[in-house]
T-cell receptor, first 117, second 108 residues
């Protein structure tokens, strides 16, 4: 059974970089033609897609976040990662990783990332 | 930019009732790329419907998706206690993914 698990610091200071990792189990990212995505959720803006990446590093991002987002993949660890730079309080959210098949069929449980000094 | 509007914002119904949830897009959406999710409190969203009308694995047949173009509907034929939750539609286009604001189905 495919499972995803987010990890990373729960607290980030304003202007710094939020870094999160998603560990995939039950399938090898290297052998999958699927994309892997990040989605965040806030009470104010609801669900917001951040970006998606495949095993070879091909990625595409939400145009509204593109200037601040970098995603990467580590097939040796079966992980993919998100970096969001220059964060503000508006980036406080629950961040989910998920498998992307033009919809999102498997999700991690989510991780709350708070931006605060 | 594609915008999805969901109505109503809240639907108050009783177990056994039929629920009809609407998702309207600001531009035409390929039926292949319209999905519906259910989210219960404290949980991640769960994929219910993809390709506007195909049920995801393990989703009971009381959930039905329909529609095309800019108008899509999720129908729950008879509400079970576990169906009281928030429902989101989502579309994929060349600009990426957009989610609707959600419809909350609560117990009347």
């Amino acid at each position: 059974q495919l499972q995803l698990q987010e990890s990373g610091p729960g607290l980030v200071k304003p202007s710094e970089t939020l870094s999160l990792t998603c560990t995939v189990s039950g399938v090898s990212i290297r052998s999958s033609t699927d994309y892997w995505g990040w989605i965040r959720q806030t009470p104010g803006k609801g669900l917001e897609w951040i970006g998606s990446i495949d095993y070879s590093g091909n990625s595409y991002y939400n145009p509204s976040l593109k200037s601040r987002v970098t995603m990467s993949v580590d097939t040796s660890k079966n992980q993919f990662s998100l970096k969001l730079k220059s964060v503000t309080a508006a980036d406080t959210a629950v961040y989910y990783c998920a498998r992307e098949v033009r919809s999102f069929d498997f999700w991690g449980q989510g991780i709350l990332a708070t931006v605060s000094s | 930019e594609m915008v999805l509007t969901q109505t109503p914002g809240t639907l108050s119904l009783s177990p056994g009732d039929r629920a009809s949830l609407s998702c309207r897009a600001s531009m035409s959406v390929s039926s292949s790329f319209l999905a519906w999710y259910q989210q219960r409190p404290g949980q991640a969203p769960r994929l219910l419907i993809y390709g506007s009308s195909s049920r995801a694995t393990g989703i009971p047949d009381r959930f039905r998706g329909s529609g095309s173009g800019t108008d899509f509907t999720l129908t729950i034929s008879r509400l079970e206690p576990e169906d009281f939750a928030v429902y989101y539609c989502q579309q994929y286009s060349s600009s990426g993914f957009t989610f609707g604001p959600g419809t909350r189905v609560d117990i009347k």
